[in-house]
Protein backbone atom coordinates (compact mmCIF):
# COMPACT_ATOMS: atom_id res chain seq x y z
CA UNK A 1 0.00 0.00 0.00
CA UNK A 2 1.50 3.38 -0.81
CA UNK A 3 2.22 5.84 1.75
CA UNK A 4 -0.52 8.17 2.80
CA UNK A 5 1.80 11.52 1.45
CA UNK A 6 2.35 9.80 -2.35
CA UNK A 7 -1.24 9.73 -2.79
CA UNK A 8 -2.21 13.26 -1.64
CA UNK A 9 0.86 14.08 -3.88
CA UNK A 10 -1.16 12.54 -6.68
CA UNK A 11 -4.50 13.84 -5.96
CA UNK A 12 -2.75 17.20 -5.98
CA UNK A 13 -1.32 16.87 -8.89
CA UNK A 14 -4.59 15.50 -10.86
CA UNK A 15 -6.28 18.46 -9.96
CA UNK A 16 -3.32 20.85 -11.21
CA UNK A 17 -4.08 19.42 -14.68
CA UNK A 18 -7.87 19.52 -14.37
CA UNK A 19 -8.41 22.27 -13.75
CA UNK A 20 -7.26 24.47 -16.84
CA UNK A 21 -9.04 21.81 -19.15
CA UNK A 22 -12.31 22.76 -16.61
CA UNK A 23 -11.59 26.57 -17.40
CA UNK A 24 -11.26 25.59 -21.00
CA UNK A 25 -14.76 23.58 -20.74
CA UNK A 26 -16.41 27.14 -18.80
CA UNK A 27 -14.94 29.77 -21.32
CA UNK A 28 -16.36 27.63 -24.42
CA UNK A 29 -19.52 27.41 -22.61
CA UNK A 30 -19.95 31.36 -22.50
CA UNK A 31 -21.78 33.29 -24.87
CA UNK A 32 -19.49 34.49 -27.91
CA UNK A 33 -20.12 37.95 -30.21
CA UNK A 34 -21.73 41.25 -29.04
CA UNK A 35 -24.61 41.68 -27.43
CA UNK A 36 -27.65 42.87 -29.63
CA UNK A 37 -30.92 43.77 -28.93
CA UNK A 38 -33.70 41.52 -30.81
CA UNK A 39 -37.19 41.58 -31.66
CA UNK A 40 -39.44 39.22 -33.49
CA UNK A 41 -40.82 39.92 -36.98
CA UNK A 42 -44.76 40.28 -36.23
CA UNK A 43 -47.40 41.29 -38.43
CA UNK A 44 -48.98 44.77 -38.39
CA UNK A 45 -51.52 46.92 -40.87
CA UNK A 46 -50.81 50.07 -42.55
CA UNK A 47 -52.71 52.71 -43.93
CA UNK A 48 -52.53 53.58 -47.32
CA UNK A 49 -52.33 57.40 -46.61
CA UNK A 50 -52.61 60.23 -49.68
CA UNK A 51 -52.57 63.84 -48.14
CA UNK A 52 -54.00 67.01 -49.30
CA UNK A 53 -53.57 70.41 -48.86
CA UNK A 54 -56.96 73.04 -49.24
CA UNK A 55 -58.85 75.55 -48.17
CA UNK A 56 -62.30 75.61 -46.07
CA UNK A 57 -64.81 76.30 -48.33
CA UNK A 58 -68.87 76.35 -48.12
CA UNK A 59 -70.60 74.07 -49.82
CA UNK A 60 -73.44 75.80 -51.17
CA UNK A 61 -74.11 79.53 -50.59
CA UNK A 62 -77.71 81.07 -50.82
CA UNK A 63 -78.25 85.27 -51.24
CA UNK A 64 -80.66 87.00 -49.48
CA UNK A 65 -82.65 90.28 -50.95
CA UNK A 66 -86.20 91.76 -51.51
CA UNK A 67 -88.50 90.66 -54.07
CA UNK A 68 -89.47 94.53 -53.84
CA UNK A 69 -87.93 97.45 -55.25
CA UNK A 70 -87.49 100.96 -53.32
CA UNK A 71 -87.19 99.69 -50.00
CA UNK A 72 -84.58 100.66 -46.96
CA UNK A 73 -83.23 98.58 -43.94
CA UNK A 74 -85.34 99.31 -40.76
CA UNK A 75 -84.23 96.62 -38.40
CA UNK A 76 -81.49 93.81 -38.63
CA UNK A 77 -81.89 91.13 -36.98
CA UNK A 78 -79.10 89.25 -37.68
CA UNK A 79 -75.68 89.27 -37.87
CA UNK A 80 -72.54 87.30 -39.89
CA UNK A 81 -71.64 84.33 -38.28
CA UNK A 82 -74.84 83.78 -36.66
CA UNK A 83 -77.13 80.37 -36.88
CA UNK A 84 -80.63 80.58 -38.20
CA UNK A 85 -83.39 78.64 -38.89
CA UNK A 86 -85.50 78.32 -42.10
CA UNK A 87 -88.21 81.33 -42.13
CA UNK A 88 -86.53 83.19 -39.15
CA UNK A 89 -86.63 87.04 -39.85
CA UNK A 90 -83.25 88.61 -40.59
CA UNK A 91 -84.47 92.36 -41.41
CA UNK A 92 -87.18 94.74 -41.42
CA UNK A 93 -87.29 96.91 -44.31
CA UNK A 94 -89.54 100.28 -44.20
CA UNK A 95 -92.06 101.24 -47.11
CA UNK A 96 -95.19 103.15 -45.50
CA UNK A 97 -97.71 101.06 -44.14
CA UNK A 98 -96.46 97.51 -45.58
CA UNK A 99 -93.00 96.82 -43.92
CA UNK A 100 -92.35 93.47 -45.11
CA UNK A 101 -89.72 91.59 -43.70
CA UNK A 102 -86.21 89.51 -44.84
CA UNK A 103 -86.76 86.03 -43.82
CA UNK A 104 -84.00 83.16 -44.39
CA UNK A 105 -84.78 80.65 -47.07
CA UNK A 106 -83.12 78.16 -46.11
CA UNK A 107 -81.51 76.43 -42.50
CA UNK A 108 -78.06 77.63 -42.30
CA UNK A 109 -74.81 80.05 -40.86
CA UNK A 110 -75.00 84.18 -42.15
CA UNK A 111 -71.34 83.88 -43.84
CA UNK A 112 -71.98 87.58 -45.19
CA UNK A 113 -73.63 90.68 -44.52
CA UNK A 114 -74.49 94.24 -45.80
CA UNK A 115 -77.83 94.98 -43.93
CA UNK A 116 -77.23 98.38 -42.58
CA UNK A 117 -80.18 100.54 -40.82
CA UNK A 118 -81.28 103.13 -43.50
CA UNK A 119 -79.69 101.69 -46.62
CA UNK A 120 -81.27 100.85 -49.36
CA UNK A 121 -82.34 97.13 -50.14
CA UNK A 122 -82.94 96.26 -53.44
CA UNK A 123 -84.16 93.32 -55.64
CA UNK A 124 -81.05 93.88 -58.28
CA UNK A 125 -78.77 94.83 -55.21
CA UNK A 126 -76.18 93.82 -53.61
CA UNK A 127 -77.61 91.22 -51.71
CA UNK A 128 -78.55 91.76 -47.75
CA UNK A 129 -77.18 88.48 -46.55
CA UNK A 130 -75.15 85.26 -47.79
CA UNK A 131 -76.34 82.13 -45.94
CA UNK A 132 -73.72 79.23 -45.75
CA UNK A 133 -76.78 76.71 -46.54
CA UNK A 134 -77.22 73.47 -43.75
CA UNK A 135 -73.74 75.03 -42.22
CA UNK A 136 -72.06 72.42 -44.70
CA UNK A 137 -68.50 73.28 -45.80
CA UNK A 138 -66.14 71.18 -47.83
CA UNK A 139 -62.15 71.33 -47.48
CA UNK A 140 -61.38 71.84 -51.36
CA UNK A 141 -57.66 70.52 -52.12
CA UNK A 142 -55.30 69.59 -54.76
CA UNK A 143 -53.88 65.85 -55.42
CA UNK A 144 -51.23 65.28 -57.66
CA UNK A 145 -51.71 62.77 -60.57
CA UNK A 146 -49.78 60.17 -59.19
CA UNK A 147 -52.28 60.17 -55.81
CA UNK A 148 -55.87 61.14 -57.49
CA UNK A 149 -56.11 57.76 -59.33
CA UNK A 150 -55.90 56.15 -55.15
CA UNK A 151 -58.83 58.63 -54.24
CA UNK A 152 -62.69 57.67 -54.17
CA UNK A 153 -65.91 59.23 -52.98
CA UNK A 154 -66.56 57.89 -49.76
CA UNK A 155 -63.16 57.47 -48.03
CA UNK A 156 -62.59 58.28 -44.58
CA UNK A 157 -60.51 61.40 -43.99
CA UNK A 158 -59.13 62.86 -41.07
CA UNK A 159 -58.77 67.22 -41.60
CA UNK A 160 -56.64 68.87 -39.07
CA UNK A 161 -58.35 72.83 -39.63
CA UNK A 162 -56.13 75.89 -39.03
CA UNK A 163 -58.03 77.41 -35.61
CA UNK A 164 -60.41 74.56 -35.52
CA UNK A 165 -58.39 71.07 -34.68
CA UNK A 166 -58.67 68.29 -36.16
CA UNK A 167 -61.97 67.09 -37.95
CA UNK A 168 -63.95 64.12 -39.37
CA UNK A 169 -64.28 63.92 -43.07
CA UNK A 170 -65.34 62.07 -45.96
CA UNK A 171 -64.43 62.37 -50.05
CA UNK A 172 -67.05 63.80 -51.36
CA UNK A 173 -66.10 64.83 -54.79
CA UNK A 174 -63.01 63.99 -57.38
CA UNK A 175 -62.97 66.05 -60.21
CA UNK A 176 -62.92 64.06 -63.26
CA UNK A 177 -59.70 66.04 -64.55
CA UNK A 178 -56.71 67.47 -63.84
CA UNK A 179 -55.23 71.37 -64.13
CA UNK A 180 -53.19 70.52 -67.11
CA UNK A 181 -50.11 72.80 -65.78
CA UNK A 182 -49.50 71.08 -62.61
CA UNK A 183 -51.03 68.24 -62.98
CA UNK A 184 -53.06 68.61 -59.84
CA UNK A 185 -56.57 67.60 -59.74
CA UNK A 186 -59.27 68.94 -57.37
CA UNK A 187 -60.48 66.80 -54.71
CA UNK A 188 -63.44 68.04 -52.24
CA UNK A 189 -63.86 66.23 -48.80
CA UNK A 190 -66.82 66.93 -46.93
CA UNK A 191 -66.41 67.66 -43.16
CA UNK A 192 -68.49 66.51 -40.42
CA UNK A 193 -68.71 69.41 -37.90
CA UNK A 194 -71.05 71.50 -35.67
CA UNK A 195 -67.90 73.95 -34.85
CA UNK A 196 -68.04 77.11 -36.65
CA UNK A 197 -65.47 77.22 -39.56
CA UNK A 198 -63.74 80.00 -41.01
CA UNK A 199 -64.25 80.44 -44.86
CA UNK A 200 -60.86 80.73 -46.64
CA UNK A 201 -58.54 78.61 -43.79
CA UNK A 202 -56.70 76.26 -44.90
CA UNK A 203 -56.54 72.96 -43.57
CA UNK A 204 -54.64 69.29 -44.42
CA UNK A 205 -56.50 66.05 -45.19
CA UNK A 206 -55.26 62.19 -44.53
CA UNK A 207 -57.35 60.29 -47.01
CA UNK A 208 -57.80 56.64 -45.63
CA UNK A 209 -57.29 54.86 -49.50
CA UNK A 210 -56.87 51.52 -48.12
CA UNK A 211 -55.01 48.94 -46.06
CA UNK A 212 -52.11 46.63 -46.12
CA UNK A 213 -51.15 44.16 -43.71
CA UNK A 214 -48.04 42.04 -43.16
CA UNK A 215 -45.06 41.69 -41.80
CA UNK A 216 -44.06 44.31 -39.77
CA UNK A 217 -39.97 45.62 -38.06
CA UNK A 218 -39.23 48.89 -36.61
CA UNK A 219 -37.31 51.66 -39.03
CA UNK A 220 -34.36 51.26 -36.66
CA UNK A 221 -34.19 47.27 -37.88
CA UNK A 222 -33.62 48.93 -41.51
CA UNK A 223 -30.17 49.26 -42.97
CA UNK A 224 -29.57 51.10 -46.15
CA UNK A 225 -25.93 49.96 -47.79
CA UNK A 226 -24.56 49.51 -51.05
CA UNK A 227 -26.31 46.40 -51.48
CA UNK A 228 -29.85 47.66 -51.07
CA UNK A 229 -32.51 47.97 -48.32
CA UNK A 230 -31.21 45.09 -46.01
CA UNK A 231 -32.76 43.89 -42.27
CA UNK A 232 -30.10 41.91 -40.29
CA UNK A 233 -31.56 38.73 -38.39
CA UNK A 234 -30.54 36.07 -36.61
CA UNK A 235 -30.10 32.99 -36.59
CA UNK A 236 -28.23 29.68 -34.33
CA UNK A 237 -26.72 33.08 -32.80
CA UNK A 238 -25.35 34.86 -36.00
CA UNK A 239 -25.99 37.46 -38.08
CA UNK A 240 -27.87 36.73 -41.67
CA UNK A 241 -28.13 40.11 -44.29
CA UNK A 242 -31.29 39.82 -45.75
CA UNK A 243 -32.19 42.07 -48.47
CA UNK A 244 -36.12 43.05 -48.22
CA UNK A 245 -38.45 44.98 -50.31
CA UNK A 246 -40.19 47.63 -47.78
CA UNK A 247 -43.63 49.21 -48.24
CA UNK A 248 -45.78 51.79 -45.94
CA UNK A 249 -44.63 53.22 -42.92
CA UNK A 250 -46.34 54.32 -39.85
CA UNK A 251 -45.87 54.87 -36.02
CA UNK A 252 -42.03 53.81 -36.42
CA UNK A 253 -42.74 50.36 -38.07
CA UNK A 254 -42.17 49.49 -41.71
CA UNK A 255 -44.15 47.07 -43.60
CA UNK A 256 -41.51 44.47 -44.94
CA UNK A 257 -43.26 43.03 -48.63
CA UNK A 258 -40.47 40.55 -48.86
CA UNK A 259 -37.16 39.15 -47.31
CA UNK A 260 -38.59 38.40 -43.94
CA UNK A 261 -40.90 36.10 -42.75
CA UNK A 262 -43.13 36.41 -39.61
CA UNK A 263 -41.28 35.02 -36.10
CA UNK A 264 -37.89 35.56 -37.74
CA UNK A 265 -35.49 37.65 -35.42
CA UNK A 266 -34.04 40.39 -36.23
CA UNK A 267 -31.46 42.58 -34.58
CA UNK A 268 -33.65 45.83 -33.31
CA UNK A 269 -31.15 48.44 -34.39
CA UNK A 270 -29.43 47.42 -37.31
CA UNK A 271 -25.67 48.56 -37.82
CA UNK A 272 -22.90 49.02 -40.33
CA UNK A 273 -20.45 46.74 -37.83
CA UNK A 274 -22.62 43.95 -38.00
CA UNK A 275 -21.65 41.72 -40.47
CA UNK A 276 -22.74 38.42 -42.04
CA UNK A 277 -21.91 34.95 -40.47
CA UNK A 278 -20.99 37.57 -37.30
CA UNK A 279 -21.47 35.68 -33.93
CA UNK A 280 -23.93 37.36 -31.81
CA UNK A 281 -25.45 37.13 -27.92
CA UNK A 282 -29.22 37.79 -28.49
CA UNK A 283 -30.98 40.35 -26.19
CA UNK A 284 -33.77 40.92 -25.58
CA UNK A 285 -37.81 39.26 -24.71
CA UNK A 286 -37.55 37.49 -28.43
CA UNK A 287 -33.72 36.37 -27.55
CA UNK A 288 -34.44 32.62 -26.97
CA UNK A 289 -36.17 32.03 -29.95
CA UNK A 290 -33.52 31.32 -32.47
Known amino acids: MP ?13 LVAQPALAADNTDAQP ?3 AVTVLKAAKSCFDNIVEVSGVVMARDERQVRPERFGLKVAQVMADPGDAVTAGQQLARLTDGANAPNVTAPVAGTISASTAIVGAPASAKGEALFTIITRSEYDLVGMVPTRDITKVKA ?22 PTVEPNSQLGQVFIALATDRRLLVNSSGRARIKTGQSCGVAVPLTAILYSTAGTVVQVVRRDRVETRRVETGLMSAGQVEIRDGVQEGEIVVARAGALLREGDPVRPVGENADAK
Not at 169 to 174: A, N, S
Open 32 to 34: KGA
Open 3 to 15: PRSSTLTAAALFL
Open 154 to 175: DQTARVAVLGAGEIDGKVRLVA
